[in-house]
Protein backbone atom coordinates (compact mmCIF):
# COMPACT_ATOMS: atom_id res chain seq x y z
CA UNK A 1 0.00 0.00 0.00
CA UNK A 2 1.10 3.25 -1.09
CA UNK A 3 -0.20 5.94 1.54
CA UNK A 4 0.57 9.45 1.09
CA UNK A 5 0.07 10.75 4.11
CA UNK A 6 -0.03 13.60 3.44
CA UNK A 7 -1.06 15.13 0.12
CA UNK A 8 0.16 18.57 -0.79
CA UNK A 9 -3.23 19.88 -0.71
CA UNK A 10 -3.31 23.19 0.18
CA UNK A 11 -6.06 25.69 0.83
CA UNK A 12 -8.82 26.29 -1.88
CA UNK A 13 -9.44 28.31 -4.82
CA UNK A 14 -10.12 31.41 -3.04
CA UNK A 15 -8.40 34.77 -2.76
CA UNK A 16 -9.78 35.85 0.23
CA UNK A 17 -7.08 35.29 2.88
CA UNK A 18 -7.18 33.96 6.23
CA UNK A 19 -8.08 36.14 8.78
CA UNK A 20 -6.59 37.88 11.30
CA UNK A 21 -3.94 39.51 8.73
CA UNK A 22 -4.18 43.54 9.40
CA UNK A 23 -3.50 45.42 13.07
CA UNK A 24 -2.63 44.98 16.37
CA UNK A 25 -4.41 42.66 18.80
CA UNK A 26 -3.92 42.82 22.87
CA UNK A 27 -4.34 39.41 23.60
CA UNK A 28 -1.18 37.79 21.77
CA UNK A 29 1.21 35.09 22.67
CA UNK A 30 4.79 35.62 21.20
CA UNK A 31 5.73 31.77 20.33
CA UNK A 32 9.56 32.81 19.61
CA UNK A 33 12.30 31.79 21.11
CA UNK A 34 14.20 28.54 21.18
CA UNK A 35 12.46 25.52 18.81
CA UNK A 36 13.41 22.25 18.74
CA UNK A 37 14.02 20.34 15.79
CA UNK A 38 14.74 17.21 13.79
CA UNK A 39 16.32 17.11 10.10
CA UNK A 40 14.19 15.26 7.44
CA UNK A 41 16.37 14.80 4.14
CA UNK A 42 14.70 11.79 3.07
CA UNK A 43 10.70 13.72 3.86
CA UNK A 44 10.07 10.29 6.27
CA UNK A 45 7.49 11.80 8.20
CA UNK A 46 5.69 13.10 5.55
CA UNK A 47 5.38 10.04 3.35
CA UNK A 48 5.19 5.97 4.34
CA UNK A 49 7.18 5.03 1.01
CA UNK A 50 5.91 1.36 1.30
CA UNK A 51 3.57 0.96 4.18
CA UNK A 52 6.38 -0.14 6.80
CA UNK A 53 6.33 0.69 10.41
CA UNK A 54 8.86 2.87 8.99
CA UNK A 55 5.21 5.71 9.35
CA UNK A 56 4.51 5.33 12.82
CA UNK A 57 8.21 5.94 14.23
CA UNK A 58 9.27 8.69 11.84
CA UNK A 59 6.45 11.24 11.49
CA UNK A 60 7.22 13.60 13.79
CA UNK A 61 3.98 15.22 14.86
CA UNK A 62 2.62 12.75 16.80
CA UNK A 63 1.93 13.73 20.26
CA UNK A 64 4.03 11.27 22.66
CA UNK A 65 6.66 11.47 25.16
CA UNK A 66 9.02 9.00 23.82
CA UNK A 67 11.37 8.77 26.74
CA UNK A 68 8.55 7.80 28.20
CA UNK A 69 7.34 5.31 26.05
CA UNK A 70 11.06 3.62 25.74
CA UNK A 71 11.07 3.41 29.44
CA UNK A 72 7.59 1.47 29.92
CA UNK A 73 8.48 -2.16 29.53
CA UNK A 74 7.99 -3.51 26.27
CA UNK A 75 9.89 -2.85 22.76
CA UNK A 76 9.03 1.10 21.73
CA UNK A 77 11.55 2.02 18.95
CA UNK A 78 11.56 5.66 17.39
CA UNK A 79 13.80 7.23 15.32
CA UNK A 80 13.26 10.55 16.26
CA UNK A 81 12.71 12.33 19.36
CA UNK A 82 11.46 16.48 19.62
CA UNK A 83 11.67 16.93 22.57
CA UNK A 84 14.95 16.01 23.02
CA UNK A 85 16.17 17.33 19.95
CA UNK A 86 18.65 20.42 19.22
CA UNK A 87 17.10 23.77 19.44
CA UNK A 88 17.57 27.04 17.19
CA UNK A 89 16.11 30.29 17.84
CA UNK A 90 12.77 31.21 15.71
CA UNK A 91 12.21 33.03 14.12
CA UNK A 92 15.17 32.42 12.27
CA UNK A 93 16.69 30.69 9.07
CA UNK A 94 18.19 27.47 9.41
CA UNK A 95 21.06 28.55 7.09
CA UNK A 96 22.71 30.65 9.18
CA UNK A 97 21.94 28.94 12.29
CA UNK A 98 23.85 26.08 12.22
CA UNK A 99 27.13 25.69 9.94
CA UNK A 100 26.06 22.11 9.13
CA UNK A 101 22.83 23.55 7.74
CA UNK A 102 24.09 26.26 5.32
CA UNK A 103 23.42 24.97 1.73
CA UNK A 104 20.35 22.06 3.74
CA UNK A 105 17.46 22.04 1.21
CA UNK A 106 14.46 20.24 2.24
CA UNK A 107 12.35 19.42 5.43
CA UNK A 108 13.17 20.44 8.98
CA UNK A 109 10.31 19.43 11.30
CA UNK A 110 10.44 22.25 14.62
CA UNK A 111 8.44 22.03 17.81
CA UNK A 112 7.86 24.58 20.55
CA UNK A 113 5.62 23.31 23.74
CA UNK A 114 3.67 25.94 25.27
CA UNK A 115 1.28 26.86 28.18
CA UNK A 116 -1.60 29.00 27.46
CA UNK A 117 -4.24 30.70 30.07
CA UNK A 118 -7.48 29.14 30.83
CA UNK A 119 -9.67 30.30 27.70
CA UNK A 120 -13.18 32.45 28.60
CA UNK A 121 -16.06 31.32 27.34
CA UNK A 122 -16.21 31.11 23.84
CA UNK A 123 -13.07 32.47 23.07
CA UNK A 124 -10.99 31.33 19.59
CA UNK A 125 -7.62 30.90 19.51
CA UNK A 126 -5.66 31.59 16.03
CA UNK A 127 -1.98 30.67 15.03
CA UNK A 128 -0.50 33.29 12.88
CA UNK A 129 2.68 32.77 11.13
CA UNK A 130 4.33 35.94 9.29
CA UNK A 131 6.16 33.71 6.78
CA UNK A 132 7.72 30.22 6.61
CA UNK A 133 10.00 29.41 3.90
CA UNK A 134 8.98 27.57 1.93
CA UNK A 135 6.28 25.15 2.73
CA UNK A 136 4.40 24.57 5.96
CA UNK A 137 2.20 21.42 7.63
CA UNK A 138 1.12 22.44 10.86
CA UNK A 139 0.00 20.41 13.52
CA UNK A 140 -0.67 20.69 17.06
CA UNK A 141 -1.43 18.33 19.41
CA UNK A 142 -0.87 15.53 17.15
CA UNK A 143 -3.87 16.95 14.92
CA UNK A 144 -3.20 18.65 11.53
CA UNK A 145 -4.12 21.97 11.67
CA UNK A 146 -3.55 23.84 8.07
CA UNK A 147 -0.73 23.66 5.53
CA UNK A 148 0.88 26.85 3.50
CA UNK A 149 3.00 27.47 0.78
CA UNK A 150 4.56 30.73 -0.62
CA UNK A 151 7.56 31.72 1.54
CA UNK A 152 6.92 35.70 2.69
CA UNK A 153 2.88 35.99 3.17
CA UNK A 154 1.31 35.50 6.09
CA UNK A 155 -1.11 32.59 7.14
CA UNK A 156 -3.16 32.35 10.08
CA UNK A 157 -4.70 28.89 11.50
CA UNK A 158 -7.75 27.98 13.79
CA UNK A 159 -6.45 26.30 16.73
CA UNK A 160 -9.39 26.61 19.10
CA UNK A 161 -10.20 23.22 19.32
CA UNK A 162 -6.97 21.88 19.37
CA UNK A 163 -5.56 23.40 22.20
CA UNK A 164 -5.03 21.84 25.86
CA UNK A 165 -4.24 23.92 28.78
CA UNK A 166 -0.93 22.94 29.37
CA UNK A 167 2.78 21.63 27.24
CA UNK A 168 0.89 21.72 23.92
CA UNK A 169 2.86 20.66 21.25
CA UNK A 170 3.11 22.66 18.07
CA UNK A 171 5.02 20.77 15.14
CA UNK A 172 5.31 22.51 12.02
CA UNK A 173 6.93 20.26 9.15
CA UNK A 174 9.18 23.26 6.94
CA UNK A 175 10.48 22.18 3.60
CA UNK A 176 12.46 24.78 2.02
CA UNK A 177 12.39 22.89 -1.90
CA UNK A 178 11.17 24.86 -4.76
CA UNK A 179 10.23 23.40 -7.91
CA UNK A 180 8.98 23.96 -11.35
CA UNK A 181 5.64 25.04 -9.68
CA UNK A 182 6.85 27.06 -6.86
CA UNK A 183 6.55 30.85 -6.79
CA UNK A 184 9.96 31.83 -7.07
CA UNK A 185 11.24 28.59 -8.75
CA UNK A 186 14.18 26.62 -8.54
CA UNK A 187 17.02 29.74 -9.49
CA UNK A 188 17.06 32.72 -7.88
CA UNK A 189 20.20 35.11 -7.20
CA UNK A 190 19.86 35.01 -4.08
CA UNK A 191 19.63 32.91 -0.95
CA UNK A 192 16.69 30.78 -0.71
CA UNK A 193 16.62 30.85 2.90
CA UNK A 194 14.80 28.23 4.99
CA UNK A 195 12.64 27.67 8.04
CA UNK A 196 10.06 29.72 10.34
CA UNK A 197 11.91 33.06 9.11
CA UNK A 198 9.26 35.52 11.09
CA UNK A 199 7.16 35.73 14.06
CA UNK A 200 4.89 32.71 15.30
CA UNK A 201 1.83 34.14 17.30
CA UNK A 202 -1.21 33.07 19.38
CA UNK A 203 -3.94 35.22 18.98
CA UNK A 204 -7.23 34.73 21.17
CA UNK A 205 -10.70 36.55 20.06
CA UNK A 206 -13.70 36.64 21.14
CA UNK A 207 -16.39 34.59 19.54
CA UNK A 208 -16.91 37.36 17.02
CA UNK A 209 -14.06 39.21 16.20
CA UNK A 210 -12.51 41.78 13.54
CA UNK A 211 -10.99 39.87 10.99
CA UNK A 212 -10.14 42.76 9.01
CA UNK A 213 -10.40 46.84 8.97
CA UNK A 214 -9.09 49.30 6.46
CA UNK A 215 -9.19 53.11 5.91
CA UNK A 216 -7.63 55.34 3.37
CA UNK A 217 -8.03 58.41 2.08
CA UNK A 218 -9.52 59.74 -1.43
CA UNK A 219 -8.59 61.84 -4.15
CA UNK A 220 -11.52 63.59 -2.96
CA UNK A 221 -10.37 64.13 0.45
CA UNK A 222 -12.61 61.39 1.84
CA UNK A 223 -11.65 58.81 4.37
CA UNK A 224 -12.88 55.51 3.26
CA UNK A 225 -12.76 52.15 4.21
CA UNK A 226 -14.20 48.97 5.66
CA UNK A 227 -14.61 46.54 9.08
CA UNK A 228 -15.10 42.79 8.57
CA UNK A 229 -16.35 40.64 11.53
CA UNK A 230 -15.88 37.13 12.05
CA UNK A 231 -18.07 34.38 13.77
CA UNK A 232 -21.68 33.56 14.37
CA UNK A 233 -22.96 37.11 15.62
CA UNK A 234 -21.18 39.47 12.33
CA UNK A 235 -24.06 40.04 10.71
CA UNK A 236 -26.11 43.71 12.41
CA UNK A 237 -23.42 44.67 14.87
CA UNK A 238 -22.87 48.18 15.00
CA UNK A 239 -18.94 49.12 14.67
CA UNK A 240 -17.06 52.14 14.56
CA UNK A 241 -13.63 53.63 13.79
CA UNK A 242 -11.90 56.31 15.43
CA UNK A 243 -8.97 58.55 15.24
CA UNK A 244 -8.89 61.45 18.30
CA UNK A 245 -6.45 63.40 16.90
CA UNK A 246 -8.56 64.53 14.24
CA UNK A 247 -11.83 64.38 15.97
CA UNK A 248 -13.16 61.31 14.18
CA UNK A 249 -15.78 58.79 15.49
CA UNK A 250 -17.74 57.30 12.84
CA UNK A 251 -20.41 54.54 13.16
CA UNK A 252 -21.80 52.22 10.77
CA UNK A 253 -23.55 48.66 11.07
CA UNK A 254 -22.51 45.18 9.44
CA UNK A 255 -24.34 44.26 6.66
CA UNK A 256 -25.56 40.06 6.33
CA UNK A 257 -22.22 39.27 5.49
CA UNK A 258 -20.40 40.99 8.45
CA UNK A 259 -19.07 43.46 6.63
CA UNK A 260 -19.59 47.60 7.33
CA UNK A 261 -18.10 50.32 5.49
CA UNK A 262 -17.36 53.96 6.18
CA UNK A 263 -17.10 57.11 4.35
CA UNK A 264 -16.28 60.37 5.92
CA UNK A 265 -15.08 63.60 4.71
CA UNK A 266 -11.46 64.20 6.05
CA UNK A 267 -11.08 67.27 8.22
CA UNK A 268 -9.35 70.24 7.04
CA UNK A 269 -6.71 69.38 10.32
CA UNK A 270 -5.36 66.49 8.92
CA UNK A 271 -1.90 66.21 7.75
CA UNK A 272 -0.98 64.03 4.71
CA UNK A 273 1.66 61.60 5.18
CA UNK A 274 4.55 62.48 3.23
CA UNK A 275 8.53 61.35 3.43
CA UNK A 276 9.46 64.67 4.59
CA UNK A 277 6.88 64.40 7.34
CA UNK A 278 5.57 60.54 7.71
CA UNK A 279 2.72 61.95 9.84
CA UNK A 280 0.75 58.98 11.89
CA UNK A 281 -2.22 58.77 13.57
CA UNK A 282 -3.50 56.45 15.94
CA UNK A 283 -6.37 54.49 14.64
CA UNK A 284 -8.86 52.40 16.66
CA UNK A 285 -11.62 50.56 14.88
CA UNK A 286 -14.12 48.77 17.46
CA UNK A 287 -17.29 46.45 17.54
CA UNK A 288 -19.29 45.83 20.63
CA UNK A 289 -17.05 43.31 22.08
CA UNK A 290 -13.31 43.35 20.04
CA UNK A 291 -11.03 46.38 19.10
CA UNK A 292 -7.87 46.35 17.17
CA UNK A 293 -5.41 49.37 16.84
CA UNK A 294 -3.42 50.93 14.05
CA UNK A 295 -0.96 53.68 13.09
CA UNK A 296 -1.70 54.59 10.04
CA UNK A 297 -1.04 57.92 7.67
CA UNK A 298 -3.24 59.10 4.70
CA UNK A 299 -2.02 60.25 1.33
CA UNK A 300 -3.12 59.61 -2.17
CA UNK A 301 -0.87 58.42 -5.06
CA UNK A 302 -1.85 58.46 -8.67
CA UNK A 303 -0.03 58.66 -12.20
CA UNK A 304 -0.55 62.05 -14.54
CA UNK A 305 0.92 61.47 -18.17
CA UNK A 306 4.48 61.44 -17.33
CA UNK A 307 4.02 62.00 -13.27
CA UNK A 308 3.76 60.32 -10.10
CA UNK A 309 1.31 62.54 -8.27
CA UNK A 310 1.71 62.09 -3.84
CA UNK A 311 -0.65 64.14 -2.94
CA UNK A 312 -0.98 65.96 -6.14
CA UNK A 313 2.32 67.04 -6.46
CA UNK A 314 4.89 65.53 -8.63
CA UNK A 315 7.23 63.55 -7.19
CA UNK A 316 10.88 62.08 -7.86
CA UNK A 317 11.88 58.44 -6.23
CA UNK A 318 15.24 58.62 -4.97
CA UNK A 319 15.71 55.30 -3.61
CA UNK A 320 17.93 51.81 -4.00
CA UNK A 321 16.64 48.12 -3.92
CA UNK A 322 16.78 46.06 -0.92
CA UNK A 323 16.77 42.24 0.12
CA UNK A 324 15.47 41.36 3.32
CA UNK A 325 18.69 40.50 4.76
CA UNK A 326 20.05 42.09 7.79
CA UNK A 327 23.50 43.47 8.43
CA UNK A 328 26.38 41.67 9.77
CA UNK A 329 28.86 38.50 8.65
CA UNK A 330 26.42 35.90 9.00
CA UNK A 331 22.77 37.52 8.26
CA UNK A 332 19.50 35.60 8.63
CA UNK A 333 16.28 35.66 7.21
CA UNK A 334 14.94 37.52 10.01
CA UNK A 335 14.54 40.96 10.60
CA UNK A 336 14.08 42.34 14.02
CA UNK A 337 13.07 46.05 13.92
CA UNK A 338 16.53 47.70 14.71
CA UNK A 339 17.65 45.78 11.96
CA UNK A 340 15.20 47.08 9.44
CA UNK A 341 15.33 50.50 10.60
CA UNK A 342 19.44 50.29 10.39
CA UNK A 343 18.84 48.97 6.60
CA UNK A 344 16.45 51.76 6.30
CA UNK A 345 18.29 54.74 7.98
CA UNK A 346 21.21 54.03 5.29
CA UNK A 347 18.33 54.77 2.56
CA UNK A 348 16.75 58.19 4.35
CA UNK A 349 19.81 59.21 6.31
CA UNK A 350 23.07 58.32 4.44
CA UNK A 351 21.85 58.46 0.85
CA UNK A 352 18.98 61.55 0.56
CA UNK A 353 16.23 58.68 -0.48
CA UNK A 354 13.10 58.44 -0.10
CA UNK A 355 12.17 55.66 -1.70
CA UNK A 356 12.93 51.61 -1.34
CA UNK A 357 12.22 48.67 -3.58
CA UNK A 358 11.53 46.11 -1.50
CA UNK A 359 12.53 43.06 -4.15
CA UNK A 360 11.84 40.32 -4.62
CA UNK A 361 9.07 39.41 -2.53
CA UNK A 362 6.84 40.59 0.36
CA UNK A 363 9.18 41.93 3.34
CA UNK A 364 8.12 41.71 6.38
CA UNK A 365 5.45 43.97 8.47
CA UNK A 366 8.29 45.20 10.54
CA UNK A 367 10.06 46.40 7.24
CA UNK A 368 6.76 48.11 6.19
CA UNK A 369 6.08 49.64 9.21
CA UNK A 370 10.09 50.75 9.73
CA UNK A 371 9.06 52.55 6.43
CA UNK A 372 5.65 54.16 7.67
CA UNK A 373 7.29 55.75 10.71
CA UNK A 374 11.06 56.74 8.85
CA UNK A 375 9.22 58.35 6.19
CA UNK A 376 10.28 56.16 2.98
CA UNK A 377 8.15 55.18 -0.06
CA UNK A 378 7.98 51.62 -0.94
CA UNK A 379 7.68 49.20 -4.02
CA UNK A 380 6.30 46.04 -2.75
CA UNK A 381 6.75 42.89 -5.01
CA UNK A 382 5.32 39.74 -5.58
CA UNK A 383 8.27 36.90 -6.20
CA UNK A 384 6.98 35.87 -10.09
CA UNK A 385 11.66 35.89 -11.19
CA UNK A 386 13.11 35.30 -14.35
CA UNK A 387 10.80 32.09 -15.09
CA UNK A 388 7.78 30.28 -13.47
CA UNK A 389 5.55 27.80 -14.94
CA UNK A 390 3.86 30.48 -16.91
CA UNK A 391 0.94 27.80 -18.30
CA UNK A 392 -0.20 25.85 -15.27
CA UNK A 393 -2.99 27.58 -13.92
CA UNK A 394 -2.17 26.44 -10.42
CA UNK A 395 0.95 28.18 -10.20
CA UNK A 396 -0.83 31.52 -11.65
CA UNK A 397 -3.14 31.05 -8.59
CA UNK A 398 -0.14 30.34 -5.97
CA UNK A 399 0.67 34.22 -7.27
CA UNK A 400 -2.44 35.14 -6.89
CA UNK A 401 -2.53 34.29 -3.37
CA UNK A 402 0.76 35.31 -2.17
CA UNK A 403 -0.48 38.43 -4.10
CA UNK A 404 -3.85 39.00 -1.77
CA UNK A 405 -1.87 37.78 1.65
CA UNK A 406 0.32 40.81 0.81
CA UNK A 407 -2.47 43.22 -0.25
CA UNK A 408 -4.22 42.57 3.11
CA UNK A 409 -1.64 42.50 5.29
CA UNK A 410 -0.07 45.61 4.33
CA UNK A 411 -2.79 48.10 2.71
CA UNK A 412 -2.71 50.05 5.42
CA UNK A 413 0.44 51.33 4.89
CA UNK A 414 0.67 54.61 3.51
CA UNK A 415 4.20 54.42 2.83
CA UNK A 416 3.69 51.54 0.44
CA UNK A 417 2.95 53.00 -3.19
CA UNK A 418 3.23 50.45 -5.66
CA UNK A 419 3.01 46.80 -6.54
CA UNK A 420 5.41 45.58 -8.51
CA UNK A 421 3.55 41.65 -10.20
CA UNK A 422 7.21 40.75 -11.11
CA UNK A 423 10.93 40.65 -12.05
CA UNK A 424 12.92 40.53 -15.77
CA UNK A 425 10.61 37.80 -16.86
CA UNK A 426 11.30 37.29 -20.30
CA UNK A 427 8.78 38.47 -22.89
CA UNK A 428 6.50 35.68 -24.69
CA UNK A 429 2.55 35.45 -24.77
CA UNK A 430 1.97 32.83 -22.11
CA UNK A 431 4.26 34.91 -19.70
CA UNK A 432 2.29 38.06 -20.48
CA UNK A 433 -0.94 36.33 -19.93
CA UNK A 434 0.01 35.41 -16.55
CA UNK A 435 1.17 39.07 -15.39
CA UNK A 436 -1.62 40.33 -16.85
CA UNK A 437 -3.80 38.12 -14.69
CA UNK A 438 -2.12 38.71 -11.77
CA UNK A 439 -1.75 42.67 -12.27
CA UNK A 440 -6.14 42.41 -13.04
CA UNK A 441 -5.90 40.28 -9.67
CA UNK A 442 -3.74 43.45 -7.64
CA UNK A 443 -6.71 45.94 -9.47
CA UNK A 444 -9.20 44.15 -8.22
CA UNK A 445 -7.92 44.01 -4.83
CA UNK A 446 -6.27 47.28 -4.50
CA UNK A 447 -7.39 49.83 -6.94
CA UNK A 448 -5.59 52.67 -4.84
CA UNK A 449 -2.08 51.71 -5.71
CA UNK A 450 -0.08 51.86 -8.72
CA UNK A 451 1.04 49.08 -10.50
CA UNK A 452 4.42 48.17 -12.05
CA UNK A 453 6.64 45.37 -12.76
CA UNK A 454 10.90 44.89 -13.24
CA UNK A 455 11.39 44.58 -16.74
CA UNK A 456 14.00 43.81 -19.22
CA UNK A 457 15.27 46.07 -21.96
CA UNK A 458 15.75 45.35 -25.56
CA UNK A 459 19.16 46.79 -27.33
CA UNK A 460 19.14 47.24 -30.61
CA UNK A 461 22.93 48.76 -31.95
CA UNK A 462 23.14 52.05 -29.58
CA UNK A 463 19.45 52.47 -28.86
CA UNK A 464 17.83 50.88 -25.99
CA UNK A 465 13.75 50.40 -26.16
CA UNK A 466 11.32 48.30 -24.01
CA UNK A 467 9.41 46.22 -25.96
CA UNK A 468 6.82 44.67 -24.15
CA UNK A 469 3.15 44.35 -24.32
CA UNK A 470 2.84 44.00 -20.10
CA UNK A 471 3.49 48.06 -20.32
CA UNK A 472 -0.27 47.93 -21.27
CA UNK A 473 -1.06 46.36 -18.23
CA UNK A 474 1.04 48.80 -16.06
CA UNK A 475 0.73 52.18 -14.79
CA UNK A 476 4.82 53.18 -14.05
CA UNK A 477 7.41 51.51 -16.54
CA UNK A 478 10.15 50.01 -14.65
CA UNK A 479 13.29 48.44 -16.39
CA UNK A 480 16.59 46.65 -15.41
CA UNK A 481 19.49 47.80 -17.03
CA UNK A 482 23.15 46.59 -16.40
CA UNK A 483 24.80 47.84 -19.56
CA UNK A 484 28.62 48.77 -18.42
CA UNK A 485 28.87 45.99 -16.28
CA UNK A 486 27.15 42.87 -18.17
CA UNK A 487 27.72 42.37 -21.81
CA UNK A 488 30.19 44.11 -24.13
CA UNK A 489 29.94 48.02 -23.20
CA UNK A 490 32.65 49.94 -21.96
CA UNK A 491 32.26 52.41 -19.34
CA UNK A 492 32.48 55.30 -21.69
CA UNK A 493 30.36 53.89 -24.64
CA UNK A 494 27.23 54.98 -21.87
CA UNK A 495 27.40 58.41 -23.16
CA UNK A 496 25.78 57.17 -26.37
CA UNK A 497 23.56 55.20 -25.83
CA UNK A 498 19.97 56.19 -26.59
CA UNK A 499 17.01 55.33 -25.22
CA UNK A 500 13.86 55.03 -27.21
CA UNK A 501 10.49 54.75 -24.90
CA UNK A 502 7.23 53.53 -26.13
CA UNK A 503 5.02 55.43 -24.00
CA UNK A 504 4.98 58.66 -21.83
CA UNK A 505 4.80 56.59 -18.67
CA UNK A 506 6.51 57.53 -15.69
CA UNK A 507 9.93 55.11 -15.80
CA UNK A 508 11.52 53.83 -12.85
CA UNK A 509 15.15 52.44 -13.42
CA UNK A 510 14.39 49.59 -10.90
CA UNK A 511 18.02 48.33 -11.17
CA UNK A 512 21.14 49.05 -12.39
CA UNK A 513 24.68 48.04 -10.40
CA UNK A 514 27.99 46.45 -10.49
CA UNK A 515 29.70 44.62 -7.97
CA UNK A 516 32.87 45.58 -5.95
CA UNK A 517 34.43 44.20 -3.10
CA UNK A 518 34.79 46.42 -0.58
CA UNK A 519 38.18 47.71 0.63
CA UNK A 520 39.21 46.30 -2.72
CA UNK A 521 40.91 49.55 -4.87
CA UNK A 522 42.60 49.99 -8.53
CA UNK A 523 43.79 54.06 -8.60
CA UNK A 524 44.47 53.12 -12.72
CA UNK A 525 42.84 55.50 -14.85
CA UNK A 526 40.79 52.96 -16.27
CA UNK A 527 39.96 50.49 -13.19
CA UNK A 528 39.25 47.10 -13.87
CA UNK A 529 35.83 45.76 -12.50
CA UNK A 530 35.50 44.71 -8.79
CA UNK A 531 36.51 47.61 -7.76
CA UNK A 532 35.36 50.02 -5.74
CA UNK A 533 36.67 52.51 -8.64
CA UNK A 534 35.26 51.21 -11.53
CA UNK A 535 31.83 50.17 -9.44
CA UNK A 536 31.65 54.65 -8.32
CA UNK A 537 32.90 55.19 -12.36
CA UNK A 538 29.44 53.05 -13.38
CA UNK A 539 27.54 54.78 -11.41
CA UNK A 540 28.72 58.35 -11.93
CA UNK A 541 28.19 57.22 -15.89
CA UNK A 542 25.20 55.10 -15.38
CA UNK A 543 23.47 58.09 -13.85
CA UNK A 544 24.22 60.32 -16.56
CA UNK A 545 22.57 58.23 -19.08
CA UNK A 546 19.50 57.81 -17.02
CA UNK A 547 19.55 61.91 -16.23
CA UNK A 548 19.03 62.61 -20.20
CA UNK A 549 15.75 60.19 -20.32
CA UNK A 550 13.09 63.52 -19.88
CA UNK A 551 9.97 60.64 -17.88
CA UNK A 552 12.67 59.38 -15.71
CA UNK A 553 10.46 59.42 -12.12
CA UNK A 554 12.80 57.28 -10.07
CA UNK A 555 15.67 55.03 -9.23
CA UNK A 556 16.56 51.97 -7.00
CA UNK A 557 19.78 50.60 -8.48
CA UNK A 558 20.68 47.42 -7.13
CA UNK A 559 21.36 47.16 -4.46
CA UNK A 560 21.66 48.85 -1.35
CA UNK A 561 23.95 45.91 0.61
CA UNK A 562 26.06 42.87 -0.64
CA UNK A 563 23.58 39.41 0.18
CA UNK A 564 24.37 35.84 0.24
CA UNK A 565 23.53 34.29 -3.20
CA UNK A 566 25.00 30.86 -3.55
CA UNK A 567 24.80 31.44 -7.48
CA UNK A 568 28.12 33.98 -6.91
CA UNK A 569 31.38 31.73 -6.30
CA UNK A 570 34.33 33.84 -7.79
CA UNK A 571 37.07 32.36 -5.14
CA UNK A 572 38.79 36.33 -4.62
CA UNK A 573 35.83 38.44 -4.83
CA UNK A 574 32.03 36.95 -4.01
CA UNK A 575 32.51 33.38 -2.38
CA UNK A 576 28.66 32.77 -1.98
CA UNK A 577 28.04 36.74 -1.98
CA UNK A 578 26.66 39.04 -4.66
CA UNK A 579 28.89 42.49 -4.17
CA UNK A 580 26.70 44.87 -6.11
CA UNK A 581 26.20 46.36 -2.94
CA UNK A 582 26.63 50.07 -2.09
CA UNK A 583 27.92 49.18 1.54
CA UNK A 584 29.70 45.75 2.27
CA UNK A 585 27.48 42.36 4.71
CA UNK A 586 28.90 44.21 7.50
CA UNK A 587 27.80 47.74 6.54
CA UNK A 588 31.23 49.11 5.21
CA UNK A 589 30.29 52.28 2.50
CA UNK A 590 32.01 51.87 -0.87
CA UNK A 591 32.85 54.95 -2.98
CA UNK A 592 29.65 53.97 -4.90
CA UNK A 593 27.67 55.41 -2.60
CA UNK A 594 28.81 58.36 -2.08
CA UNK A 595 28.38 58.96 -5.73
CA UNK A 596 24.69 58.32 -5.36
CA UNK A 597 24.33 60.55 -2.26
CA UNK A 598 25.32 63.35 -4.24
CA UNK A 599 23.50 62.24 -6.36
CA UNK A 600 20.05 62.28 -4.64
CA UNK A 601 21.34 65.75 -2.43
CA UNK A 602 21.15 67.75 -5.66
CA UNK A 603 18.06 69.50 -6.56
CA UNK A 604 15.74 67.05 -8.78
C1 LIG B 1 19.09 41.29 -11.85
C2 LIG B 1 18.14 40.67 -10.89
C3 LIG B 1 18.70 40.65 -9.49
C4 LIG B 1 20.15 40.21 -9.54
C5 LIG B 1 20.93 41.23 -10.33
C6 LIG B 1 22.42 40.85 -10.49
O1 LIG B 1 18.73 41.76 -12.88
O2 LIG B 1 16.88 41.27 -10.91
O3 LIG B 1 17.93 39.79 -8.70
O4 LIG B 1 20.69 40.01 -8.27
O5 LIG B 1 20.40 41.32 -11.60
O6 LIG B 1 23.19 41.11 -9.59
O7 LIG B 1 22.77 40.31 -11.54
Known amino acids: LLALVAAPAFAADNLRPPLLLTGQRADVQDLSGRWTYSKDYYRTGLTDINGWVAKSRMQRHRDLDIAAEEAKPGTAFFEFDLDRGPAMQIPGAWNSAEPELRYYNGLIWFQRRFDIPAPKAGE ?13 YVYVNGKEVGRHEGGFTPFVLEVTDALRAQGNRLVVGVDSKHDAQSIPGEITDWDLYGGITRPVKLIRTPATFIDDATLRLTDAGRLVGSVQLNGAQAAGQPVNVQINALGIKAQATTDANGEARFDVAAPATLKRWTPEAPQLYAVRFASGTDAIDDRM ?28 EELGANPARRLTDSAARALLSEVKQGLNGNYVRLSHYPHSETMLRAADELGLL ?47 TPVADNRTRFHAALAATVRELDPS ?18 ADPLLAHLDVMAV ?21 LPTDKPLIASEFGADALAGHHDGSAAPKKWSEEFQAAYYRETLAMLARIPNLR ?27 GLVSETGQRKQAFDVLAEHYRRPN
Open 449 to 466: RLISAALLVKRDGDTIQI
Open 480 to 500: NTYAGWYGDDKLEDLARLKWA
Open 124 to 136: RSFLRFEAVNYRA
Open 554 to 580: GLSPWVLKDFRSPRREHPVFQNGWNRK
Open 378 to 424: VWSEIPVYWTVDWDNPAVLLKAKRQQAETIYRDRNRAALVMWSVGNE
Open 297 to 324: GFRTIAVKGSEILLNGKPVMLRGVSIHE
